[in-house]
């Protein structure tokens, strides 16, 4: 959320008795960092690289990864540019330009400018390629006068706020980095962001462009969408969807215990999505949105190349096609800081998901890892061959952002998680004076 509502939402989104603070052991940051980007280390178990084939992990991302793409959040609305391939994307509550290619954007002291025309529409923008400045679009229609839309420009990662507090963080990347290389069986990926400032709102990654099969981690980019349609107007959390016996599957859920036909309210759609990790309700909702193209769109727009939705929940004839979802530690992480930060959601729809993260039923991992009674809001996702927890760590004064991600069998991927959720949550509940950099 952005820093004027920070102190607010902590309020909003619950307290808790301070945590007791333990002592800190020398840690050693892995990695040499520029205090502008996001801590990295790649060691065993990371990221593979073309023609390696890890276990439960798509080599090849669908769309190949850029450089130098940001987006410009506006109230209601996006708009994503890619500078290397030259290519704008408008998307907001009157309507969606797809992405539209621009042969003429200018890229110069690190901003993207340029226009394109769409059904009639210009689109004349002036985009920084850094994250947390400000950029403007016009939009020209006929007979209409000008809009003007000024808002913060996104990234991923964004830089931090303050690069020597930031760098206080950088000795956990060390320490996952060791969780991380012990995992023989599992590639595991893990990306952290600091929300509360207390470490300049920096973001570290070990192996955060891993690109396992994102499981029941999708559902959080279905809730995103339908909450953006909410917050344009265009859809409302009591209108009712019918849901029939056809629409049943198994897996994790509630909705598949009771009787159908019925008509099933779009909050409580929401609420089993997340809380119970809902199987129909994911699929009942992905029908409901039009399918995958929105939601993929939605991605899109957000510049989150390695995540995709390409299947239903438990559609094993699709998976055996290679119709697979995938997402990352950093794409998860992007779209949680989004979140928070109040930049694709209004403050009213990302406290709704928040608190849908808060009362997960599915606690083995995170909560499982970490003192009873901390405050956390998170999901889950679980196959064969991968185990993933997501979310926030709301401990106060110091809520951060974390995915833990990987990839191989299920049980030691479980345990995996379970060590780098502890070991995040021992170093932020350490005084930052006892973190030692060398």
């Known amino acids: 959320m952005r820093k004027s509502d920070k102190r607010r939402s902590s309020s909003l989104l619950g307290n808790s008795a301070r945590v007791p603070l333990k002592v800190l ?13 996001p801590a990295t280390a790649d060691g065993p178990g990371g990221a593979p690289v073309a023609g390696s084939h890890e276990p439960g992990v798509d080599p090849t991302p669908e769309r190949p990864p850029t450089s130098e793409v940001s987006w410009l959040s506006f109230p209601g609305g996006v708009f994503a540019v890619d500078s290397l391939g ?14 539209v290619a621009d042969p ?17 529409t210009a689109y004349r923008y002036r985009v920084p390629l850094v ?12 007979h209409r006068p000008p809009t003007t839309l000024t808002g913060v420009v996104v990234t991923s990662p964004q830089p931090p706020t303050d690069p020597v507090a930031g760098a206080r963080l950088f000795p956990l990347s060390g320490q996952l980095a060791r969780v991380v290389a012990d995992a023989s069986l599992n590639p595991a990926g893990v990306t952290v962001r600091d929300l509360s400032g207390r470490y300049g709102d920096q973001q570290i990654a070990v192996n955060g462009s891993l690109r396992p099969k994102a499981a029941s981690v999708i559902k959080l980019w279905i809730l995103v969408e339908l909450l953006r349609r909410v917050d344009c107007g265009q859809v409302f959390l009591d209108d009712g969807v019918l849901v029939t016996p056809e629409d049943v599957v198994g897996g994790t859920g509630q909705l598949q215990f009771e009787t159908f036909p019925q008509v099933v309210t779009l909050h409580r759609l929401a609420q089993y999505l997340i809380k119970y990790s809902d199987n129909v309700a994911a699929n009942v909702l992905i029908t409901y949105l039009g399918g995958f193209a929105p939601v993929n769109a939605l991605i899109d727009s957000m510049n989150q190349r390695s995540t995709i939705l390409a299947r239903r929940m438990l559609d094993s004839a699709a998976a055996q096609r290679g119709e697979e979802n995938y997402t990352s530690p950093d794409d998860v992480v992007s779209l949680l800081g989004a979140v928070w ?5 209004t403050p009213a729809s990302r406290d709704l998901m928040i608190g849908f993260m808060r009362e997960q039923t599915l606690n083995t991992k995170i909560p499982a890892a970490l003192p009873p009674g901390v405050p956390v809001a998170h999901k889950t996702g679980d196959l064969p061959d991968a185990s993933h927890d997501v979310g926030y760590y709301l401990i106060p004064g110091t809520e951060t952002a974390v995915a833990f991600l990987t990839a191989g069998p299920m049980a030691t991927g479980d345990e995996t998680v379970r060590r780098m959720a502890r070991t995040v949550y021992d170093f932020l509940v350490t005084p930052t004076e006892g973190a030692v950099e060398e």
């Open 86 to 99: 030259h290519t704008v994307r408008y998307r907001a509550c009157d309507g969606d330009t797809g992405r």
């Open 341 to 345: 930060d109040g930049e694709i959601l």
């Open 131 to 142: 994250g947390r400045s400000e950029g403007t679009l016009e939009v020209i229609q006929r």
């Open 25 to 37: 052991t020398a840690a050693v940051a892995l990695a040499v960092l520029a205090t502008t980007g």
């Open 104 to 120: 003429g954007m200018r890229v110069a002291a690190g901003v993207a400018s340029g226009a394109v025309v769409v059904g009639g």
